[in-house]
């Protein structure tokens, strides 16, 4: 298995989340012995990706129409506006059922031992928009994982909103330190969502 195609193949599947060496190998190996035709409807279906999906022009998150589908929707709430760090979190708050308002992806949180700073993530557009729709906007929920990361995040982001006449809060703290959104139960997102303080 030392041939380039293969050792490319590998080095791409290994830049996945939570994919090592061992893994991508037998990703490799399987997509080898199935021949072919489904080599090409992986190929067919990531050229579609690469294609089709786009970011929406509000929220940031992927989609094949700008604005998006929540964006778009005139029953949502636009006066409200929940920050997530991606799109599984607004998935894990749309399951929940207790949220109409829209959202704004961050594609990440502000980690200095990652090397990762605000300007790497979707905060210039967080502020564009706030200008935009300023004073449509009454509300910021900052819904981030409560973990070193999501804390440093939400704290910068309290001082960029500070110069918007708008109210900025976050998820009560029924969710434990360092618990993720994305797995957490319906019933804890709920409680936190309705429980949301205003940060002063």
């Known amino acids: 298995m030392n041939d380039k195609p293969i050792t490319d193949l590998v080095a791409a599947f290994m830049r996945l989340p939570s994919v090592g060496q061992k893994t991508a190998e037998r990703f490799v190996l399987s997509l080898l012995k199935s021949g072919r035709g489904e080599v090409g409807k992986l ?3 990531l050229t579609e990706l690469s294609k089709s999906v786009k970011s929406c022009i509000l929220c940031q998150d992927f989609t094949t129409q700008s ?3 929540i964006c ?3 029953r949502r709430d636009h006066g409200v506006i929940c920050v997530v760090a991606d799109t599984t979190d607004a998935m894990a708050i749309e399951k929940s059922g207790a949220y109409n308002g829209v959202y704004h992806m961050l594609r990440g949180t502000i980690d200095a031992i990652e090397g990762v700073l605000p300007s790497h993530l979707k905060v210039p557009e967080l502020m564009a928009r706030m200008r935009a729709e300023d004073p449509k906007v009454r509300e910021v929920i900052l819904a ?3 973990d070193i ?3 440093t995040t939400m704290l ?4 960029e909103l500070a110069q918007f006449n ?3 809060s976050r998820l009560a703290r029924g969710l434990p330190i360092g618990a993720s959104l994305a797995y957490a139960d319906e019933v804890t997102l709920t409680s936190a969502l ?3 303080k205003e940060i002063k």
């Open 43 to 45: 190929t067919l279906a």
């Open 67 to 69: 604005p998006c589908g």
């Open 72 to 74: 778009n929707d005139s």
């Open 144 to 146: 981030l994982n409560p």
């Open 149 to 151: 990361p999501g804390e």
């Open 156 to 159: 910068y982001l309290q001082r």
């Open 166 to 168: 708008v109210k900025v």
């Open 194 to 196: 309705k429980e949301r």
